[in-house]
């Protein structure tokens, strides 16, 4: 269980990197990009489709050739502290240095760094190690084994346990620890990472996943989505171990209905049912379970084209290349484009600060900076798949009409014009505009979005949640959908403490979606009517 607190013996000094420039004015979203030139591909020159993956990404990327980096390393995702230095970190060095790509100087107490480095972003790709395990010597193990067999308390094995991702971060750092972390200069910054004075510092992405084929839609779809915009709902879900975790999502609630996008949030106990009609996931965060449960379990089910979707556990990213474990694998398996995780134990106020990561995704900044600026550490357990050059919500600020002109997704690119429409006027002024956009065009979808964003208050309007709920079950011809609804007003009547009529009409709505498949769902909602106060 991700445990809630520092191990302060473990903060070790930031020495090693400079602090980031203080008080610089944020980018205009557009302008927020890393050039082709800053960027270095590594592939695994032992697995063929990992050269194929790094010469297709070059080419949809505009990468330059030479950018292109083999290593002859192992194809397994688990390698020792040992194989990553002789195998990746110090290959990696060397063709640093061989190609120009930075200068580096004896900064005397902290060692060699990096001064000057024409490189700032790494992607790794399919095939190269993922993490790295801990390792104990035979002197430590003795001593352990001695202490406990004359019951004495043990010293604690190291930490020196980290992915590859997280570990590489810190090439230009010669002398970066192995064991423990290091304060990540960039961390909350809102600001491009090419302004940031750390030239021993680089942005680490990784293009990985369950199968190569999954990779290359990856990469497909959010260049498609990049060039559209990213449109659809948020799905969020609480109810983690921690009330940090919790609070995030929340803050993540607020902030995107502001942004006009359509939230949804499960203040259940469990998470989100199997089977659940979770309709146009562009966005998905929640938490806690081992491994993949709720829509990802439906056979049908899938994430939107270009989704970024997280759920926060100590180990959803152990494996990547697996469907059906932990849940980093099996959400690109559902067609996410991009997710997050932890390859071992990060503690949780050492992983993503997901209200972070979401807030600088809206903003405009790539992927692979939404991820660094949400994670206060370095050479840790973090990893970050997907394009990291994705910009998902670059669009969101460019109003042309070619934006909104297209009949796909009408209704969220209206509710989007309608947030831009409304700023500094606060969200009922929003919801008010939404509203007249979903009579106007007789949208479901933005219906739900409004009882939703009401739903979202401590004291609710219950009137206008159900007016609106009305008006959505009337404008959706797929049973599913008017099931959703249903269950929303269900969940309405539970969080009022009517958990008997809520049965009473959830039992009702069972009878009439009987033959529907995403009935199950309703099925595991009238087992979790019991107040979550008791």
């Known amino acids: ?24 004015a944020p980018l205009p979203p557009e302008q927020v990009s890393i050039p082709e ?14 050269r194929v993956l790094a010469e297709y990404y070059a080419e949809k990327r505009k990468i330059p050739h030479e950018q292109l980096v083999a290593l002859d390393c192992s194809q397994g995702e688990t390698i ?20 120009g790509w930075w200068r580096l100087a004896d900064t005397g107490e902290q060692g060699i760094q990096a001064t000057r480095n024409r490189i700032r972003l790494l992607v790794l790709m399919r095939g190269v190690p993922l993490r790295i395990k801990r390792e104990v010597s035979p002197e430590l193990r003795e001593t352990i084994a001695a202490a406990k067999a004359a019951g004495q308390t043990p010293p604690k094995e190291p930490l020196n346990e980290a992915s590859v991702d997280s570990e590489l971060a810190l090439l230009g750092v010669f002398a970066a620890p192995a064991e423990g972390f290091v304060k990540n200069p960039f961390f909350e910054k809102d600001e491009s990472f090419l302004k940031l004075p750390v030239a021993g510092m680089l942005l680490v992405g990784r293009l990985d996943g369950p199968s ?7 990469i497909d779809e959010a260049l498609a989505a990049e060039e559209g915009g990213l449109w659809g709902r948020a799905w969020l879900d609480v109810g983690g171990p921690h009330k940090k975790g919790d609070v995030w999502i929340e803050e993540i609630a607020q902030r995107n209905r502001l942004e006009g996008m359509p939230v949804f949030l499960d203040r259940n106990r469990a998470t989100y049912p199997k089977q659940f009609p979770m309709r146009d996931a562009a966005l998905y965060y929640g938490w806690y379970t081992t491994h993949r449960n709720g829509p990802l379990l439906s056979p049908d089910w899938r994430f939107k084209p270009g989704a970024v979707a997280i759920h926060i556990h100590s180990f959803s990213g152990a494996t990547v290349r ?18 997050v995780g932890n390859v071992w134990e990060p503690y949780l106020e050492m992983t993503n600060y997901l209200h972070v990561f979401n807030d600088r995704l809206l903003k405009g ?22 394009d990291p050059l994705y910009r998902p919500f670059a669009k969101w600020h460019v109003l042309t009409s070619e934006v909104f002109s297209g009949s796909q997704d009408k209704a ?31 949208s479901g979808d933005l219906f739900e979005a409004v009882a939703g964003w009401e739903l979202l208050e401590a004291a609710p309007d219950g009137e206008l949640i159900l007016r609106n709920l009305l008006q959505a079950r009337a404008r959706w011809d797929d049973p599913a959908d008017r099931l959703r609804v249903d269950l929303m007003e269900g969940d309405w009547l539970r969080r009022q403490g009517k958990t008997a009529e809520a049965g009473s009409f959830l039992g009702q709505v069972r009878s009439r979606y009987a033959e529907v498949p995403e009935v199950s769902a309703l099925d595991e909602w009238l087992g979790q009517l019991t107040p979550q106060e008791e």
């Open 80 to 99: 020792s502290r040992r194989e990553f230095r002789e195998t990746i970190e110090s290959p990696l060095r060397e063709t640093f240095t061989r190609e």
């Open 365 to 386: 900044y790539s992927l692979i900076e939404a991820s660094a600026m949400s994670v206060p550490v370095l050479s840790w357990m973090n990893v970050t798949l997907g």
């Open 1 to 24: 269980m991700i445990a809630f607190f520092f191990r302060s013996l473990l903060w070790l000094a930031s020495g090693f990197l400079l602090a980031g420039a203080a008080g610089a």
């Open 37 to 50: 030139r800053s960027v270095v591909i590594v592939y695994n020159q032992n697995l063929a489709e990992s």
């Open 322 to 339: 697996q469907a059906n474990k932990h849940w980093a694998g099996p959400i690109l398996a559902k067609g996410a484009a991009a997710t």
């Open 212 to 218: 190569a084929k999954g990779v290359i839609r990856m």
């Open 412 to 442: 969220y690119r209206l509710a989007r014009l309608d947030a831009k429409q409304s700023e500094g006027q606060g969200w009922k002024a929003l919801q008010k505009r939404v509203a007249e956009t979903a009579r106007t065009i007789g």
